[in-house]
Each structure stands twice: as structure tokens, then as C-alpha cells.
């Protein structure tokens, strides 16, 4: 069968690359799984997940795809196509009626860079509000400047207020990088495979609004040291004093504070942020 035509619209690019493939399915280390696939495409990715697996869902928003992976991969007893917007979608309503595909234990996607953000926050949540269901492992290609502020370390350029809130609620690891090559058409930009492992952070924020707020304003401006991104909401002596007892330098920008310095700050700060 003729492959489909990649369409803009939905940020469609197949991927080619064996190797890139073999190493998304080891990332996942699959032993009898429930996985959650987003946008499956052509089902290149699907069909190198379902021997290992127990299961698997996969939802794609294109309907003339989805008729093409109907046709295909229709009578696969372990597969659950969808058709739908994987944002806009209530899955465990939409799984509901099937007993043998609840809840997905796992996440392995190649995703529509378009909403990366969106689909994170989907998965795992946001500080605020953590995601009730969670995965034990996320696996997703991504660009690859998305997934360098994924894995980023305190200190590093990299580190921004993206990796605070996604490392506040998961562990990321990068896999591999991918090269744009890898796929058609290619992307303007490089990829990369992450694996995020949601986990509960020790000790969580007592006021998770109060940290989103801090590390909103503690990124303001990137270049600026903390203090001076956040003089709008404490007198520059009280903030020093407040960094010195948290052992942190009152002189360090934002990307020097690691994940648990910040819940310490947002913990400790006896202001409103
Ligand atoms: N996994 C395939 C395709 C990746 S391209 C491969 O590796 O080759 C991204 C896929 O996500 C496309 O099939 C696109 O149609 C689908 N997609 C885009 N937006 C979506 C959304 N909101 N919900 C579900 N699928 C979506």
C-alpha cells in the first residue's frame, strides 16, 4: 500500500531511521505494558511496539490515517486505534467500554512538535495540579532544543523554568539525539528520544501555586541574577538574608537553583508571590 502524504497541518513527519526505532522500543523496555501511543502516522512505531506489549492504544487526530491503520491493523486483538485529538480527549472516558485496554502504564510516542508543551502537561500534569492517573515511564521524540531543557542540569544554559516544572514532577533522561534526516520530510530541526519517569519529589512544595508563580518570576529576565527578577515581591536585604540561610549564592541567577532549591525557597519565602 502507498504510504500516506505527510500533512503540515498535524506536524506529520514519518519517521525512517531503524536505529532511531530500535532505540525508542528499548527505551521502553516492555514487558507486558499497556501503551499509550500518540499520532501513530503510518504505524511504523505501532507495529515495533505491539509484540513487546500487552497492549495498545493509539490515538491519532487524522481521520484518513486512522482508516488506513483501521484497514491494516484492524484485527490486531491487542491494539485500540482512536480517532480523535489526544488534548481535547477524555481518555478514560473514551476507554471505558474496553475492560482489556485501561489504564495505560506506559507512554511511547513519536509527538506533533506543535504541542509538545501541551501533551507534557497532559501526561504528567503541572506543579499545581500533578496528574492524578501517572505513567511509570514516558518515552517521546521530541526536538531536540525541547528535550536539552528536559534533561537540562542546574547550571547549565539549557536549565530553564520548563525543566523545574517538569523535573519537579519526573525524572528526564535523555535516550538519544535523532537526526533530521531521520525522518520524511525531515524537520527544520534536530530530534531527540527523552524518557520521563514521574515520581513524587522530596519534599514536595507546601504551596505548589506559590512555586509555579516563583519560578514564573524567578525566570524573568534569564540573564538577571534571582534577586533582581524577584525585587518586585521582597526588599533585596530580606531575599539576601532568606538565600544566605538556605545555603543558596545571593549572587546565582536562576538556572543555578536545582529543583529541591527551589521548592526550599518557595517553602521558606514569607511572602506572596
Ligand atoms: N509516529 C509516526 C508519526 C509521527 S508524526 C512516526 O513516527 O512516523 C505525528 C503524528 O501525530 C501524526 O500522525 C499526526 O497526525 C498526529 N497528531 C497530530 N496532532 C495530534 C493530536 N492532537 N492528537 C493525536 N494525534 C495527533
Redesign the pocket.
Known amino acids: 500500500m502507498r504510504e500516506p502524504q ?2 503540515k ?8 531511521s531503524e536505529k532511531a ?1 530500535n532505540q525508542i522500543i528499548k527505551a521502553a523496555d516492555l514487558s507486558l505494558d499497556r501503551v499509550l ?10 507495529r515495533r511496539l505491539l509484540p513487546g506489549a500487552q497492549s495498545v492504544i493509539a ?4 481521520r484518513n ?1 486512522c482508516e488506513k491503520l483501521a484497514q491494516q491493523m484492524g484485527k490486531i486483538d491487542n491494539l485500540l486505534l482512536i480517532q ?6 477524555d481518555l478514560e472516558e473514551q476507554l471505558a467500554m474496553f475492560p482489556k485496554f485501561q489504564n495505560p502504564n506506559k507512554v511511547v ?7 509538545t508543551g501541551p ?1 507534557i502537561e497532559k501526561l504528567i500534569g503541572r506543579i499545581s495540579s500533578p496528574a492524578t492517573k501517572t505513567f511509570d515511564l514516558i518515552v517521546l ?1 521530541v526536538q531536540k532544543e525541547v528535550a536539552e531543557r528536559l534533561y537540562a542540569k542546574p547550571g547549565s544554559r539549557a536549565f530553564g523554568a520548563l525543566s523545574v516544572r517538569v523535573q519537579y514532577l519526573a525524572e528526564c533522561e535523555l535516550i538519544c539525539d535523532v537526526p533530521a534526516k531521520a ?1 520524511y520530510p525531515p524537520p527544520k530541526v534536530d530530534s531527540a528520544v527523552v524518557r520521563l519517569r514521574p515520581r513524587i519529589i522530596e519534599p514536595p512544595a507546601i504551596n505548589p501555586e506559590k512555586l509555579e508563580s516563583l519560578i514564573k518570576l524567578g525566570f524573568g529576565s534569564k540573564r538577571k541574577m534571582l534577586r533582581n527578577n524577584l525585587k518586585g515581591i521582597i526588599e533585596l536585604d530580606n531575599l539576601t538574608k532568606l538565600l544566605e540561610k538556605l545555603q543558596i549564592n545571593p549572587q546565582c541567577r536562576a538556572e543555578d537553583l536545582s529543583v529541591a532549591q527551589w521548592v526550599v525557597l518557595s517553602n521558606n519565602l514569607q511572602v506572596d508571590v
Do not use: C, S
Open positions: 505527510p500533512r497541518r498535524f506536524a506529520q513527519h514519518w519517521l525512517k526505532l501511543e500518540i499520532g501513530p502516522g503510518t504505524g511504523i512505531l505501532t490515538v491519532e487526530i487524522d490515517l480523535g485529538d489526544i488534548l481535547a480527549m510516542a513519536n509527538i506533533p512538535y506543535n504541542i501533551i521524540l525522518f
